[in-house]
């Protein structure tokens, strides 16, 4: 079994920050490339950030240059610190990990979700 668990949503006003945090636990063979994605009321969900297991990073346009995305492999857990926060930044976020694991003695290469965290910009 493998779980992903973030954490750090909130409410926060406008021009504020806030980090997310998403450790990937289980039977974890390797970690390739990890994200987060969100999605608002009636939107589909897109891409936010994601980074290779290199550190490569890519950034959807609307949050260059405000969000930073960052992982510590050692823990199996990907950070993504938001500054200067806007209320189109409302949405669920979702973390998001390309993996190896082990499911008994079998390696299965898979993409795991997280389960979301809420983050509310108000105006």
């Known amino acids: 079994q493998v779980q992903l668990v973030e954490s750090g949503g909130g409410l926060v006003q406008a021009g504020g920050s806030l980090r997310l945090s998403c450790a990937a636990s289980g039977s974890i063979i390797s970690i390739n490339a990890m994200g987060w994605y969100r999605q608002a009321p009636g939107e589909q969900r897109e891409l936010v950030a994601t980074?290779?297991?290199?550190?490569?990073?890519n950034y959807a346009d609307s949050v260059k240059g405000r969000f930073t995305i960052s992982r510590d492999n050692a823990k199996n857990t990907v950070y993504l610190q938001m500054n200067s926060l806007k209320p189109e930044d409302t949405a669920v976020y979702y973390c998001n990990a390309g993996l190896t694991y082990f499911s008994g003695i079998v390696p299965h290469s898979t993409v795991h979700w997280g389960q979301g965290t809420q983050v509310t910009v108000s105006s």
């Open positions: 980074s290779t297991r290199g550190g490569t990073t």
